[in-house]
């Protein structure tokens, strides 16, 4: 299963429970979540079950704010993935 933020606009309460439940879906999930979202109860529920973090950091010719996942500076715009949480 392939996830990307299902926590959306949920209440902490909210995010922790179906966090809960998320690990029991299939035996390999792929979570896609910001910082934001993961961080809190979704973490505390999901750390425990987690094989590997990865990061998405978006290159591009110019971004409007860089930061640890937006870089300016490449010839083209890509996506890199390396691996670990940098939140």
């Given at each position: 299963i392939v996830m990307d933020s299902p926590y959306g606009q949920l209440d902490d309460t909210h995010k922790q429970l179906v966090a809960r439940y998320i690990p029991q879906l299939a035996e390999?999930?792929?979570?896609?979540?910001?910082?934001s979202q993961w961080k809190g109860p979704v973490e505390?529920?999901?750390?425990?079950?987690v094989g590997k973090h990865v990061s998405l950091i978006h290159h591009a010719p110019t971004v409007e704010k860089e930061s640890r996942y937006a870089k300016s500076?490449?010839?083209f715009?890509?996506?890199?993935?390396?691996e670990g949480y940098h939140g």
């Open positions: 390999q999930i792929i979570l896609m979540a910001t910082s505390e529920e999901c750390e425990k079950f500076g490449s010839d715009e890509y996506t890199e993935i390396e």
